[in-house]
């Protein structure tokens, strides 16, 4: 059997699922407003080396040693970038997961044994990693993208499936700990982007909250084909996932899994903050303020965002009201395009009257600059270098101050450890509009993300 087959029985099988089509989805037309919700703080090790040596129960010595192709670690990233927003959505807005990701350059040099001839990366193996970025108190949850198969070669180290996880201990500081292994490419896409991700954090979660007294289904994050539910080829185990993520699963005839009550008891350290997020799985668009030419571009449950402008070119944005009365971070995910770009391009977010933005137009002045832009002409920025892709942009504004400072990073590049520009902060009472703005022919924008601390 192929690494791949092997997968893909993992996906369906090891779940403990059938693949029937069931499921129609869920669509909402509002996005959530502020409110006091729990901020799951995430950390994601992607891990692109391995070398490690290891014995099997017949005593023979194996090495394996394996690096991963940037297209693996760039597909595995990126579905892993999909988990929040199916969080948030499974949950119905109960949950918002804050994450960080590390690109660790240390290969890999030991695995754990964990069964007859199976072996893991425990945090024994990643424990350098996890002291230096995650003491206790600071993550919620460990995810690791184990390196641990080629796919060119056929090699892997014998493991226990594609996914594995441990409730919150010691052993990990605190937080849950899980692993997921290197797949092809095309393997993150099915049967949801993010999915594998989602499933593996919830059987941390599902043991933190059980812990605290609420009744979990037998099998936890497991339980789905062994209580009725079905699989489908678009949403995956989304129904599962949305009654054990509301407390609606049907065990022995008790609802069971994570409630609201659940939730708001709190993640693993205790932190809440007043947040509004959108991450455009539904069409919200027509609760906005819109210009320009807007549309949500959704397709069968996948990859759901929002394109901004088009071919005409011009100002394209779309905001809404929020309330900012303390120091607050928004985040958004925004991209710049491979092609048809124009001659004064950008793209960001917006609060207010004032633009954080990414320059990329071919004739800027400031075409290899993010800036902060306000009362029209008036901007302070900063250089960078920017190329096609997907970009992280992030803004702290503080409304009392009136300033707002700004970073960005590419996919697959490491948040920056300072602001790299700052700038006036211009709003009109309270309540100024949040939201995202495009200058061109078009793009696509995502995840925005408002947390404030009470």
Known sequence: MSLRQRLLVWLVLGFFFCPVVTWAGESATTPASQRLLPVWRVLLLTYRQVDVDYTDDSGKQHHFS???????????VWSFRQFPSLAYKHSKGEVVIQYDIVYPARKIDSVTKM?????????N???????EHSPKGSYDSILVLAPLSNHATGEHVPTGGWGLAIPPTNWSNGGTYCTVGNAPVDMWNEPDVGEVWLHEWLHGACAHFAKKGWAMPKGDADAGGSHGYKHSSVYGWGEFYRDLMTGQVLDEGRRTGITKEAWESGPIFGKKFLVAADYFSSDTTPSYQATGTVAWTGRGGKNE????????AGKSNLQIPVRLKNTCVITARVQIPASGVGEDDSVGIVVGDSYAS???????AGKTKMSITFEQSQETSSEVTLAAGRYTVKLSVDLAAGTMKMKAWPDGGTEPSSWQVSGKLVVQGTDPTVGLQHIGQGT?????????EP
């Open 66 to 76: 394996n690096k991963l192709p940037d297209e693996e670690v760039q597909a595995a």
């Open 115 to 123: 069964g007859k001839n199976v072996w893991w990366m425990s945090p």
């Open 125 to 131: 193996d990643t424990r350098i990693e996890i002291d």
């Open 305 to 312: 965002n929002v394109a901004l402008g088009d071919a005409q």
């Open 358 to 364: 990414l320059n990329y137009g071919t004739k800027l």
């Open 444 to 452: 696509l924008v995502d995840d925005l993300v408002v947390v404030e």
